[in-house]
């Protein structure tokens, strides 16, 4: 029996040729590993295939946060370059950043991002984290939006390119504040979320900005011991409604994404969706019982991270294991630009 708050237990082996480095020329034609929580029963798809899996007044839930291009490339006064992650917004022209390499920032200072922009950096706080102040304040978002660059995760071993502005980007992201994009959804196109509506599927949005959390691996030997970051989030009035008549009518909910799945979660009250707005560090990994969605759309998810654990909590440790052993023996595409499960 495995200890399921041992961080080894969600250990796996990944071969690196199936971590996706790009994303495939159609949004849709990725593949769909379905998995069935009850039975550990698997079936091999195209994403397309969902709606097939959804039914008529069932809730689809989506998160509309957009990724900015939070990496700035910028220059101290002696020319040294320095690279700038932005984290979260703390005012209308103040963030809170990471800075790298930190050791080249040893006092505040002023940093060049531009001609027209610059941004004056702190000294970093117990976590690593410093403060940037923009100036000019007025306009300074327009500058970021052409200097900036899209922030690729770490395993896309290359820089960022300009189809990465798109294909880094689910085509209903609306709401600007995401340092990575929420990538079950980046299957999505138009045609695909039209075809669903006829179906008389429901599709509302909630909103998590993804942060820090998600560059960060689990390092504690008991995962319970793992601190998540904070995420703000927000779940409107017309989706908790949606979401609760569909409950009480018997009708599911399908989250899409590990964010979609978090936020419903920080906003259930016995069984219900409240709405609203706050910061949530909800940590999901087995034992937790889920109060809203009973199907979820996501990605393939790194080894020892807290996102394989959530999934763990929602399908069985078992049943997810033996799903990725499937997918890796089947060449699946792996990570933010790889394929797709659909847990049901």
């Not at 899409?256 to 707005?277: C, D, P, Q």
């Amino acid at each position: 029996m495995p200890d399921l708050l041992d961080l080894e237990t969600y250990n796996f082996q990944l071969p690196q040729e199936l971590i996706a480095q790009y994303p495939l020329p159609d949004r849709g034609s990725s593949r769909l590993l379905c998995l069935d929580r009850e039975t550990g029963n698997v079936a091999h798809l195209s994403f397309r295939d969902i709606v097939s899996h959804i039914n008529p007044g069932e809730v689809l839930i989506l998160n509309s946060s957009r990724v900015i291009p939070a990496r700035l490339f910028g220059r101290k006064d002696n020319g040294t370059q320095v690279e700038v992650l932005l984290v979260n917004k703390l005012s209308d022209y103040t963030w809170r950043c990471m800075v790298h390499p930190g050791r080249r920032l040893k006092k505040e200072q002023w940093i060049e991002f531009s001609p027209a922009l610059k941004g004056f950096v702190s000294l970093p706080d117990e976590d690593g984290l410093r403060e940037i102040e923009f100036s000019p304040a007025q306009g300074y978002w327009q500058i970021i939006e052409e200097v900036g660059h899209m922030p690729l995760p770490p395993y896309i071993r290359r820089t960022d390119e300009a189809s990465d502005r798109n294909r880094y980007q689910t085509v209903y992201a609306t709401e600007p504040g995401s340092v990575a994009a929420p990538t079950a959804g980046l299957h999505f196109d138009s045609d695909l979320l039209d075809e669903l509506r006829k179906k008389g599927v429901l599709i509302h949005n909630v909103v998590l900005h993804v942060g820090l959390g998600t560059f960060l691996p689990v390092k504690s030997e008991r995962i319970d011991q793992h601190k998540m970051h904070s995420e703000y989030c927000t779940v409107p009035r017309e989706t908790a409604e949606a979401v609760n008549s569909a409950i009480a009518g018997g009708r599911r909910v399908v989250a899409v994404g590990s964010t979609s799945m978090r936020t419903l979660e920080s906003f259930a009250r016995g069984g219900r969706l409240e709405s609203g707005s706050r910061w949530t560090d909800i940590f999901i990994y087995p034992g937790y019982r889920f109060q809203i969605a009973s199907a979820l759309i996501t990605n393939f998810h790194l080894p020892k991270s807290s996102l394989l654990m959530m999934i763990s909590a929602f399908a069985g440790l078992g049943n997810v294991m033996k799903a990725y052993q499937m997918a890796v023996r089947e060449r699946y595409r792996f990570f933010s630009y790889g394929d797709a499960m659909y847990i049901s």
